[in-house]
């Protein structure tokens, strides 16, 4: 079978999803209490509308948003809120949280089914809206912005990304595997928010059995969808190098996938979309992957909206004795967390916990251009990082720095194990404060 991919650069890392691919979704037994952080999506966080004392029932909102791009947050519980604090989340941004201890016996109101099949668009955009669903692939974008399409422009093509190319991580395998009908369901509503002329659905080949399933589920409901298996090549996941692989369509810079007609949307979001429109339930639960070489039980795992790192940790068995890092996400994008007890987002699609998995060194750059050779945005990465070293932030800017994704290819394939990605975020802020 020849299968589609983006052609310039990329790797094609260990994907070490054995560790929990066929480990099915377990429902994490409710904590005693949640971190519920205002800083769950892109954009500006939410304003906290609780204040300490103050009883907090499931699905209540508790965060406003704060802008165009920015989403609500509801409380995951039936609890009281204990304290008003400042936490850090896992990207490291520091925002307000409400801890909420967990009532003994919660309720359960999202029993009953609501046909949308007699509503509009605005309708349907307006309680994705209302239930605060952001991109669950990790960006977090709010997706009742992605999903609005200006006056003036047309959606050619729907495009579902369910490649989950980051090594460890099967969080949405597990939904496509246990429910693909949710998730088609979920992309039919997109569907008519944003009326599309194609629906595609690209999932890489080593998710065969995935890729079988939801076509199989398709054909019996008749439902107008392509799925489209690609070539098992990171970073695939991301939109830009996806969209040159199932449409040929390259995004120019400094534009979205909307500037070529298209409109991403992840997997996981499909499922919570099907949630909140069919059951009326607001995202304040998620599906991550608890996996890596130092965990004793890999799971994956359906968790409350703030649920603390030590709980997921400690319900898959805890950590082996040669652990070295908690990475929250996935290894080549993820982030280094330093508190086992930093709270999920709506983001945490993964939580790794690794032993150390190369030598702790770095050398001077050798000028190999491997770099270069594996950059699939077809940027400089040696020297935009010798001109962020010397502090020519703007020069940097100049090679195309701002196009950079932070997908980690030039450093994984770096001999000299040179901090590329770090250096390119610090070089971004730097020549954000400089302009």
């Known amino acids: 079978m020849k299968l589609a991919t983006f052609r310039r650069g990329g790797v094609h890392p260990d994907d070490k999803k054995s ?49 165009y791009i920015s989403a609500d947050v509801h409380s995951p519980v039936d609890g009281v809120v204990t304290e008003i604090r400042k936490v850090r989340v896992q990207s490291g941004a520091v925002a307000d949280a409400a801890v909420i201890k967990c009532n ?12 949308w099949n007699n509503l509009s668009s605005s309708e349907l955009l307006d309680i ?57 369901e979920g992309v039919m509503i997109a569907s008519r928010i944003v009326s599309p002329k194609r629906i595609i659905i690209g999932i890489e080949a ?50 979205l996938p909307l500037d070529v007609g298209a409109v991403v949307c992840n997997a996981g979001t499909c499922n919570a979309i099907y949630e909140a429109v069919v059951f009326h339930k607001p995202l304040i639960e998620r599906v991550i992957t608890v996996s890596g070489e130092s965990i004793n039980e890999p799971k994956n795992l359906i968790a409350p909206i703030g649920t603390k790192f030590s709980d997921l940790i400690a319900y898959c068995g805890g950590e ?14 993820g982030f ?12 945490s699609g993964g939580l ?45 800017m100049d090679l195309g720095l701002m196009d950079c994704k932070e997908c980690g290819c030039c450093a994984y394939t770096c001999p000299s194990h040179l901090p590329l990605v770090q250096g390119f975020k610090l070089g971004k802020k730097m020549g954000r404060k400089k302009k």
Request: glycine share 8%; aromatic share 4%.
């Open 206 to 255: 080593n998710k065969m059995d995935a890729v079988s399933l939801l076509s199989e589920k398709a054909r019996e409901k008749g439902l107008p969808v392509e799925v489209v298996p690609l070539r098992v090549k990171y970073p695939q996941g991301d939109e830009k190098q996806l969209l040159k692989a199932l449409l040929g369509r390259e995004v120019p810079s400094g534009k």
């Open 19 to 67: 560790l929990s691919k066929d480990k099915k979704l377990e429902r994490l037994p409710l904590p005693d209490e949640l971190v519920v952080s205002m800083s769950e999506h892109l954009g500006a966080p939410a304003v906290l509308t609780k204040k300490k004392g103050d009883t907090v029932t499931k699905g209540e909102v508790i965060g406003t948003a704060s802008g």
């Open 352 to 396: 790794l916990v690794l032993p150390a998995l190369i030598d702790d060194f770095s050398a001077p750059c050798v000028l190999c251009g491997k770099c270069v050779q594996h950059c699939p945005m077809g940027l400089q990465p040696n020297k935009m990082f010798r001109n962020i070293k010397y502090g020519n932030y703007q020069a940097a």
């Open 320 to 333: 082996k004795e040669d652990v070295v890092s908690l990475v929250a996400g996935g290894p080549m994008m």
């Open 128 to 184: 994705v809206r209302a239930s605060g669903i952001v991109g669950m692939g990790g960006a977090t974008f709010p997706t009742a912005v992605k999903l609005t399409v200006p006056m003036g422009k047309s959606v050619d093509a729907l495009v579902v990304n369910s490649v989950e190319c980051e090594p460890y991580l099967t969080s949405d395998y597990r939904l496509m595997i246990e429910r693909p009908e949710a998730i088609l």
């Open 104 to 115: 003994s016996e919660q309720s359960d109101p999202w029993k009953e089914k609501h046909d």
């Open 336 to 347: 280094a967390i330093y508190d086992e007890d930093t709270p999920m987002v709506k983001g």
